[in-house]
């Protein structure tokens, strides 16, 4: 008898207990797929310690990280903080707050404390009323000697025409000293991504190709006001510049007009590309960034197929293999016959690495790099 | 046994009510006003497609906040697809919301309004009858639908063709006054993108030159990387996909056949089998009625018969 009472409360219990445990064990099934990124600092498994050089600083969620020796500190909060770079002397950081009507340019410490304000682009009280009178700044950049600032800046604009040109202004002054220096195409975007070099800037042009397909090219300027000469073609829709530390090499993103992305390089003589070598064609990558001390590029590309950016290392030997030695028969030995023929070493097949695994960072912000 | 399928079900309920609630929607074609002054070319009814199992859709989007009273709602974006499961190819045709057309419900107007006048059905007739092509089914999203579907399936990766920049974006799903205008900008490039930032890429279309056929490339685009995300979705996903749509998204699509298309859609992985279509110049140029776009159904019809058969 109280066997059946037990038998009964036992069967009770499993049918209260199946149902609720299918439910929560079909939830534990799901594909993550929504899952948030997680923060840098909290991620595991933690970024793998690789010996990248320096320090790394890149943007996720709107503020700004750095990486050094594997570990990764958060320098500002999630405030809108974006398009780090770092002055000439790597003793400070210049990045973007961008807020939902304008964005500015910032100086911080290496901390990632605010050290001053370079421009004001939100709208006088006045003028709120029209959100037209707010402007953007992005991909700030500032010269070798430290006195200019370059960026992409939406002035002029001529009502819903807005387009980002490519400005310089005193790094120590305002906006209002600045000098347009590109003249960007209407509807397309515009002009972004300068990039400081010897005698000029690279930069990023949107612009309708021959097929009327809006395209990426990059352009080397030294001239205000002129664009300059295009350094890749409408149908390559590059952009993304990094030049190498030694100036001679450029990585870039093309994408051949397509939904994909190629981390290709070029040599570069100071006034054209060499020939394009694609270096990785099947990851959806951006941002390539050199690292200061030439060993290898690192960039920004999904874990998972369509999933939200990860950091990734391309060593060097990837992309720029040494010379594989061949070993040399010695003539003139005890063998007098026909010398034996070489044998090449096996070719070791360098990959990249997946650095981070579960954050989502901003892959529209360049990375920048300090050695 | 029966307590963990009612976990089961209890699990799968939402997805269920939605997929209730939401398919095999009742197509209603309004008659047409005796005013009727129908003069487009080729209107007779076409014939099904003549491809063992292919079939055509029509994807309608719409702002649906609070400027538009109940289903009165325009449509933003109006994608014809015809999918042919045997060939795994698909083509997309992206019809221009402005183009003045003979409307289903009678009289010319621009397209995006077939649907405020009479709902999906006169949406259907008015590209079937104008367009001389068969639709099988439609499916309408709203505008915080699709950007709560992007978000429920954790946002998606697109190289967004070039900086979309908008001063005068409409700021009605959010904002508390629908007339109200916000900054947008989407910078170009390979990137990840959350629903709000998604639906501001295809939805801009101040800053393009091409205006609404720039436009109808992204929102192609855009779809394309949905696509290729779903793929990574699995079947315990969809009470939280369901949670997310709910009430933004109709289709005439029986709940039978959408269990039957989606492992469907998940075979089709080849970009190179999607043809994607958009009317520019010459098949369509400007200078119509209130703003409207003109079509010439000269260049417009054999094309449509070429890819639609």
Known sequence: MISRIFLGAALALLVLICGPVTYLYLGTKTSKVAEAPSKPTAATPRAQALSLPGTLYIAQSGAIYSLAAGRFHQLTPEAGWTMPSLSPDGTSIIAVKQMPFYSDVYVLNRFGTVVRKVTSNAAPPRLKYDPGFNHWSFYPRVSADGKTLWMAYDKPKFGYDVVLSIWAMPFTGTVAQGKLWTNAADYTGGDVQPVPVNGGIIYTKYDYGPNLKLDGRLWFTNRAYSAGKALTSPAEDCRNPSVSPDGTQIAMICTYEKQASYLTIASWNGSTLGPRKTIISNQMVAQPTWAPDGSGIAYLAPGVPAGPFQLWWLPRAAYAPTPTPVPTPTPGGPHNGPLPTPTALPVVVVKPVQVTTNNGFDAVSPLAWRG | ?309
Do not use: C
């Open chain 2, 1 to 309: 046994m029966l307590s963990s399928v009612a976990g089961g079900l209890a699990y799968f309920l939402p997805a269920a009510q939605l997929a209730l609630d939401s398919t095999g929607q009742v197509i209603r074609v309004p008659t047409p006003s005796p005013t009727d002054l129908f003069t487009s070319p080729l209107p007779q009814s076409p014939s099904a497609s003549p491809v063992t199992g292919a079939f055509t859709v029509l994807l309608l989007g719409s702002d649906d906040d609070s400027k538009f009273i109940g289903d009165h709602v325009l449509t933003q974006s109006m994608i014809l697809v015809r999918i042919v499961p045997s060939t795994k190819q698909v083509t997309m045709l992206s019809i221009p919301r402005d183009l003045y057309v003979h409307l289903s419900t009678g009289g010319f107007g621009k397209i995006d309004g077939a649907y405020s006048y009479g709902g999906p059905g006169a949406a259907m007739a008015t590209v079937s009858q104008d367009f001389d092509v068969h639709i099988d089914h439609y499916i309408w999203v709203g505008l915080l639908g699709l950007i709560k579907l992007i978000d429920a399936i954790g946002g998606i990766d697109v190289v967004t063709s070039h900086p979309v920049l908008d001063d005068y974006y409409p700021a009605d799903v959010y904002g508390g006054w629908p007339y109200d205008y916000e900054r947008v900008a989407v910078l170009g490039g390979p990137q990840h993108l959350d629903g709000i930032h998604a639906m501001q890429y295809v939805r801009s279309r101040h800053g393009d030159l091409q205006s609404d056929f720039g436009r109808s490339q992204r929102q192609q685009q855009v779809l394309m990387a949905i696509r290729q995300k779903a793929n990574q979705v699995s079947p315990e996903d969809l009470p939280a996909l369901s949670k997310a749509i709910g009430g933004e998204l109709k289709t005439s699509i029986g709940l039978s056949q959408v269990a039957a298309l989606l492992p469907l859609a998940a075979s089709f992985d080849n970009p190179d089998q999607i043809r994607q279509i958009v009317l520019l110049p010459p098949y369509t140029h400007g200078g119509g009625p209130g703003g409207s776009i003109n079509p010439d159904w000269g260049l417009i019809l054999p094309l449509v018969h070429t890819y639609f058969p």
